[in-house]
């Protein structure tokens, strides 16, 4: 087991078909430390729900959390049960190491959005730093004038028309590119953006950064993409 996880294992997938000794499979979890699910078929022939029901058991008594999946080769929505649990072993562990950035911190008094940055670093092994959102707009202030003007009138013959003023949309993309030129600097792939009421008042909102910072695909090309958070809903992102 500990070879599989040098190996890139994500999770563990126990299958007990028949009588066994649980402590193996103790083995196995305390030498991997990785997530766990016991899975045995439907059959009353070969005992195999005894051996994982008691495996189970014995992993929650040394204080392991193991699921447990009780379905045939073919049963298609059950083994689904597994699939998922493979999926989000999976994304927990892409997550560890990840840098998270709030532009700004909370956004009108939403206590939705709000986290324990402690928490996050605890359960998912995620950093989370902050940015002020007045340092991005000095540096979308700065940007190229003839870069901004293509990527308007990319958006024009993309979109079919633009039902703002252009000075608005010059400020919306200057912002757009800037919080990409931070994100992709700094090597930070999820962000939140507390936005109002300080950027619409001051500069611009974030709408436009919103929408294509989460797609990938811009005037520019392909990029990223990068994982934002309206209002910094750091939760939402």
């Known amino acids: 087991a500990s070879e599989l996880k040098r190996q890139g ?10 009588w066994l000794y649980s402590s193996a499979v103790a083995a196995a979890v305390d030498a991997c430390k990785l997530p766990t699910i016991i899975w045995t ?5 070969d005992s195999g729900l005894v051996g994982a029901a008691i495996a189970r058991g014995s992993l929650e008594a ?35 190491g990840k840098t998270y950035v709030m532009f ?21 092994g995620i950093e989370v730093e902050s940015a002020e959102q007045m340092d991005i707009v000095e540096r979308a202030k700065q940007l ?32 757009h590119l800037a919080i990409k030129e931070f994100m992709t600097e700094n090597k ?17 909102s974030a709408c436009v950064a919103h929408s294509f910072l989460n797609d990938g695909v811009d005037a520019e090309g392909e990029f990223g993409p990068f994982i934002c958070g309206c209002e910094c809903d750091n939760n939402g992102a």
Not at 63 to 90: M, P, S
Not at 105 to 122: A, H, Q, V
Request: aromatic content about 14%; glycine content about 10%.
């Open 144 to 175: 190229d004038s003839d870069r901004v003007e293509k990527f308007y009138n990319w958006m024009l013959g993309t979109f079919g028309g633009i039902e703002v003023e252009k000075e608005v949309m010059d400020r919306s993309i200057r912002l």
């Open 9 to 18: 294992a994500e999770c563990l997938v126990a299958y007990c078909g028949y």
């Open 104 to 124: 700004g911190g909370r956004s009108l008094g939403m206590y939705t959005g709000m986290i324990d940055e402690l928490e996050w670093r605890n359960k998912f």
């Open 41 to 45: 078929s439907t059959s009353s022939e």
């Open 62 to 96: 040394l204080g392991y959390e193991a699921q447990i999946v009780i379905a045939d080769w073919t049963d298609d929505d059950e083994l689904e049960k597994i699939a998922k649990f493979v999926r989000a072993a999976h994304g927990a562990n892409y997550l560890r």
């Open 188 to 204: 930070y792939e999820y962000c939140g953006i507390k936005c109002l009421t300080e950027l619409p008042a001051n500069y611009a």
